[in-house]
Nanobody, 126 residues
Framework: QEQLVESGGGLVQAGDSLILSCAAS????????MGWFRQAPGKEREFVAC????????????SVKGRFTISRVNAKDDAKITVYLQMNNLKPEDTAVYYC???????????????WGRGTQVTVSS
């Protein structure tokens, strides 16, 4: 069964850093675009960052550009993919539940993905 499992969330202070991880398993995700979305209380889920299946293309929301970095590691047998989101200089407005996502075509088409994780909470205090 396909699974995306996020980890690494927590409570930090403004200016701190966090690394989120997403472990993707259950199918061959090596040719899937992978990415992160987030949803703050009372707001709609929004795109944060994505990386193409080749690892070459990386795209970011304007609000996180220059502070967040996305990367991926494909296991040799493609059985497990890990996607990372390095978040630096965190701000209170980054507070949200962060969701890992995977799509066989693109994650830039809107708030849609073939697969979603259950999310991990990131809280940034001022």
């Amino acid at each position: 069964q396909e699974q995306l499992v996020e980890s690494g969330g927590g409570l930090v202070q403004a200016g701190d850093s966090l690394i989120l991880s997403c472990a993707a398993s259950g199918r061959n995700f090596s040719e899937y675009d992978m990415g992160w979305f987030r949803q703050a209380p009372g707001k709609e889920r929004e795109f944060v960052a994505c990386i193409t299946w080749t690892g070459v293309g990386k795209f970011y929301a304007d609000s996180v550009k220059g502070r967040f970095t996305i990367s991926r590691v494909n296991a040799k047998d493609d059985a497990k993919i890990t996607v990372y989101l390095q978040m630096n200089n965190l701000k209170p407005e980054d507070t949200a539940v962060y969701y890992c996502a995977a799509d066989s075509i693109s994650l830039l088409a809107g708030n849609y993905a073939d697969y979603w994780g259950r999310g991990t909470q990131v809280t940034v205090s001022s």
